[in-house]
């Protein structure tokens, strides 16, 4: 998340950016005490030696339809496979405390950017047990939406 002085901002393509202390007024009006699941997942691209990390949040009003919100992050430094998906769960990991204990939510269900095809085959055993042993279920491709559908619409 963006912190710009002690306020965090995230971006809705609807709404635009929006800082924290207007955040929850805006997920109380949106969920109207209705029953809800939240999803956070993180995707990253590399080009030119600067790495884009954006990570999603994904609020699902029940039976409703649902709103997300996000936040970019670059990084000026090289990443092998591994250390980068590492990475990518460490921004949801962190979002979700955020989701927790500043927006007082329900704990979220982390989506990651990996499968049990292709490279990333090679490090799913150490970023699920990172992610299970914070405690946080997670989904894999292709269940996991909201980093390989919605964070990586921002990180191009």
Avoid: Q
Wanted: with cysteine; aromatic share 14%; hydrophobic share 35%.
């Amino acid at each position: 998340m963006k912190k710009g002085g002690n306020v965090f901002k995230l971006k809705n393509p609807t709404i635009g950016t929006i800082e924290f202390k207007d955040l929850t007024n805006f997920i109380e009006l949106f969920l109207e005490n209705k029953s809800y699941k939240v999803w956070v997942g993180t995707d990253s691209h590399a080009r030119d030696g600067v790495v884009t990390f954006a990570t999603a949040i994904v609020i699902y009003k029940v039976g409703n339809g649902a709103t997300y919100f996000y936040y970019v992050t670059h990084e000026r430094r090289p990443y092998d496979m591994y250390s980068r998906l590492i990475r990518e769960a460490e921004f949801s990991l962190n979002t979700a405390e955020f989701i927790e204990n500043h927006l007082n939510l329900i704990k979220p269900e982390i989506h990651l950017d990996i499968g049990l095809n292709g490279r990333s085959k090679e490090v799913f055993n150490v970023v699920t047990g990172y992610v299970k042993g914070l405690g946080y279920d997670c989904k894999i491709k292709p269940e996991s939406f909201a980093a390989t559908n919605v964070a990586h619409l921002y990180t191009k």
